[in-house]
């Protein structure tokens, strides 16, 4: 399998932003969670960031803490 590249590092021009609600969807699983950085393909340093956004995103309610669940 060919290696991921970090895409922060790739393109300089690319800003991480914690109230676009599309942008922090790449980064969590259906569920909620924060994807690991074999799966976005992050460096350590971005990764740090992708959490720190995505925390925040979830404090401002950008995005969910968890799945919504539908109870019988």
């Keep these: 399998m060919r290696k991921k590249t970090c895409r922060f590092c790739a393109d300089k021009g690319l800003r991480l932003d914690f109230k676009n ?24 340093k971005h ?9 925040r995103a979830r404090l401002l309610a950008v995005v969910p803490y968890t799945a919504t669940q539908s109870r019988v």
Aim: charged share 25%.
């Design 21 to 44: 609600p599309q942008q922090m969807g790449l980064y969590i699983n259906e569920r909620g969670k924060i994807l690991p950085r074999r799966f976005t393909g992050a460096c350590s």
């Design 47 to 55: 990764q740090r960031d992708i959490t720190l956004a995505v925390k």
